[in-house]
């Protein structure tokens, strides 16, 4: 019972980290579009999150005529549940219900995120939405197979598949200044993995009105909204867990902070990417980078416990 109830306070305290990282969002934009962005709700619109997602629930529910009314409905809330389920893994100093293949779950439900996507944009019964929705998986599947590299590369280090033995680890040096490389390749493959700016294809408002979300309106679109969001802020948890020293202090949180922050920036920052250059970018550039840094670190150890120990 007592699980559950703390399960359920983080649960909660993430969607509210998760509607002060989209009023952070529109500030930032708005700063850097040289205008104020949201501060008229509440002081300096702090309120303003609370009175969207007010707005949003209680607005009209719409479905197209000829969609597959039960997985239009379902598929806006498997996204969020998704979202929120890959929480559970979070380290926390009374171990909590982390466990030694915290890791394994985590690529698990990342890789069901696809799912959710794809049904979206199948059920709307809109060629837009569908087209966003195929767009979108195969960005997806091309970047998990580099993510998923990536943290065995980071795992093979401490030669465990825990969380908390990467914060051990890196108590007196972080991974960044060794794993530099890897480390920036890791964060671009979450903004591709995320959906996110420069590689927002699902969601190319030019020629695909708004992705596989487009059909959707009040409860549903705020329910993909904050899965998405969601996802951005447990990336960036990661990312400090694995390569920033992921020390469960009030410093933590402001690594995550400031890599939150990365992702505004680079949104209000680059221009959308070229899909086919997207491609090329996770299959003939990463991905034979990433196999050969993972084949050197699977060599070092090898060498280290015949050798040196």
């Known amino acids: ?82 979202a929120l389920l890959l929480w559970l893994i979070m380290p926390f100093l009374t171990v909590f219900i982390n466990f030694n293949y915290s890791i394994l779950m985590f690529l698990s439900i990342s890789s069901l995120g696809v799912y959710s996507i794809m049904l979206a944009g199948w059920s709307s019964n809109s060629n837009y939405s569908l087209l966003g929705s195929i767009r979108a998986i195969a960005q997806s599947i091309s970047y998990e197979v580099s993510l998923a590299l990536i943290l065995l590369s980071f795992f093979m280090l401490v030669l465990s598949l825990n969380i908390l033995d990467l914060i051990k680890y890196q108590e007196y040096v972080w991974f960044i200044f060794f794993m530099f490389p890897i480390s920036v390749m890791w964060l671009v493959s979450s903004l591709a993995e995320t959906n996110r700016t420069p590689f927002d294809f699902a969601e190319g408002e030019s020629e695909l009105v708004s992705g596989f979300n487009v059909e959707y309106s009040s409860g549903g679109f705020a329910m993909l909204f904050l899965g998405e969001y969601a996802n951005i802020l447990f990336m960036s948890f990661m990312s400090v867990i694995l390569f920033m020293s992921g020390s469960l202090n009030l410093f933590f949180f402001i690594k995550l902070v400031f890599i939150s922050f990365f992702w505004i920036w680079v949104r209000g920052t680059l221009p959308r990417f070229r899909y086919d250059k997207l491609m090329y970018l996770a299959w003939k550039s990463y991905l034979p980078v990433i196999l050969n840094f993972f084949y050197l670190i699977v060599m070092l150890k090898i060498f280290i416990i015949i050798f040196v120990l």
Do not use: H, W
């Open 1 to 82: 019972m007592l699980v559950f109830i703390i399960n359920l306070i983080l649960l909660i305290c993430v969607l509210v980290g998760v509607a002060f990282l989209t009023l952070m969002e529109r500030k930032v934009l708005g700063y850097i579009q040289i205008r104020k962005g949201p501060n008229k709700v509440g002081l300096m619109g702090i309120i303003q999150p609370f009175s969207d997602a007010i707005k949003l629930f209680s607005k009209e529910q719409t479905s197209p005529m000829m969609s597959n009314f039960n997985l239009y409905y379902l598929s806006p809330m498997f996204s969020l549940m998704l």
